[in-house]
């Protein structure tokens, strides 16, 4: 590999913490901590290598925010997790870009509420899932080697297929033509560009 390449992957990985602290950090000031039904993606494309970086909240992807506890709910992360690991169910690339995945890497993260200063064990025994300071978070990152990444002009996102209590997605696109924020949604699942 180059130089160039390694150079870029850095970079790349510079721009997803730049852009997903930005947008974490954004979305807290202006909705709050968390709002259910939104979740983001960032996408960067350098030549014909793609990386995606998912966050959605668990109540998009589960239907709970706390820790899996009974055996229905530990099965809706599993699936979940399963589902998540093949990125090109959830986001439709066009065939004629050759994409295939490389890494699929997907996790869950628990976060208290800034504002909760109770401790994480009253927060289980409170019995209110989304009010008690506690938040689940579903994490992916993905790669992908494409023949022709440039065909990527359009994504179709089943993720709403599949998700259904996901409402919209916040997406950064980081290219060689610069960065371009979209948002699609249920009723507007395609991405063009």
Known sequence: MSLHHYAWTWVAAGIFIVVSAAQAEEERRELGPHVHGHGTLAIAIETNNIQMELSAPGMDIVGFEHEAETAR????????LADLKEPLNLF?????????VTSADVKIVAEEHEDDDAPAEADKTAGTEEHDGHHTEFRATYAF???DAAQVRSIDFRFFDRFRDSG???????????????????????MER
């Open 168 to 190: 919209e997605l916040y997406v950064t696109f980081i290219d060689a033509d610069g960065e371009t924020a979209y948002a699609v949604s249920r009723e507007a699942r395609n």
């Open 145 to 147: 080697a494409c023949a």
């Open 73 to 80: 709910q530990k099965r809706a992360v599993e699936a979940a």
């Open 92 to 100: 439709g690339l066009p065939e004629s870009a050759g994409c295939a």
